[in-house]
């Protein structure tokens, strides 16, 4: 079984950037498909990015189109979300999630994916 951690939340100023990184162990990283969820006070939990395991392919929410890029390094066993102008919208607890499935289970079956991490806070002010 795979275990998730994420890091890098924070609080930013609204326009500036972060990076969050969610490293794995336990598993062989490069088989798995990682994606990035969050969910804000008040709402449910929503969809941002997800990468194929080779980095190919890449899915994002409109959301966060143009703003928002998630990479990874197969070598470090690590995923990333880099978020560039954030907006107080943009606050939340960004969860990472694992499965071997492909990316188009992140949007569509998010609730069967195999491996969750516990979730770092990013606080946007305004």
């Known amino acids: 079984q795979v275990q998730l951690v994420e890091s890098g939340g924070g609080l930013v100023q609204a326009g500036g950037s972060l990076r969050l990184s969610c490293a794995a162990s336990?598993?062989?990283?490069?088989?798995?498909?990682m994606g990035w969820f969050r969910q804000a006070p008040g709402k449910e939990r929503e969809f941002v990015a997800a990468?194929?395991?080779?980095?190919?392919?890449?899915i994002y929410a409109d959301s966060v189109k143009g703003r928002f890029t998630i990479s990874r390094d197969n070598a470090k066993d690590t995923v990333y979300l880099q978020m560039n102008s954030l907006k107080p919208e943009d606050t939340a607890v960004y969860y990472c999630?694992?499965?071997?499935?492909?990316?188009?289970?992140?949007?569509?079956?998010?609730?069967?994916?195999?491996?969750w991490g516990q979730g770092t806070l990013v606080t946007v002010s305004s």
């Open positions: 990468i194929s395991w080779s980095g190919t392919n890449r």
């Open positions: 336990g598993r062989t990283f490069s088989s798995l498909t």
């Open positions: 999630a694992a499965d071997p499935g492909l990316v188009t289970k992140f949007i569509e079956r998010e609730h069967y994916l195999e491996v």
